[in-house]
């Protein structure tokens, strides 16, 4: 199995379609056996989720997402869990545990507000009920 986790600086980034990185885990019968980050290589929003595909990704784990990413992600197969904070290593090491944190109804829906400049990052969608359901 493998866990992608948005990632920034070791932390959860919060805002998926602007990931510029993934760390994805590699897990053998519940334990992690490797590691690595990697660039999204400028992909955004919905080509992210193909890029995951690319990458044999089965979980994500993430902050803050959209309605066409989540939908993205089921039509791929990949699970989600979003609505996540902290430290990308604890993050995965709960969801081996059972006990992850996350919200499953987390949603960013308010993109292109403020003449385009929004960034959900600027204020910790997915970690302020930031367009929770």
Known sequence: MKIAVTYENGEIFQHFGHSEQFKIYTVENNSIVDSKVINTMGSGHGALAGF???NQV???????IGAGAKTALAQAGIQLYGGATGNADIAVQGLLNGTISYNPNVMCNHHDMENGNHTCGSHGCGNNKCGEN
């Not at 089965?58 to 803050?64: D, F, Q, R, S, T």
């Open 58 to 64: 089965n979980v994500l784990i993430c902050g803050g």
């Open 52 to 54: 995951l595909m690319q």
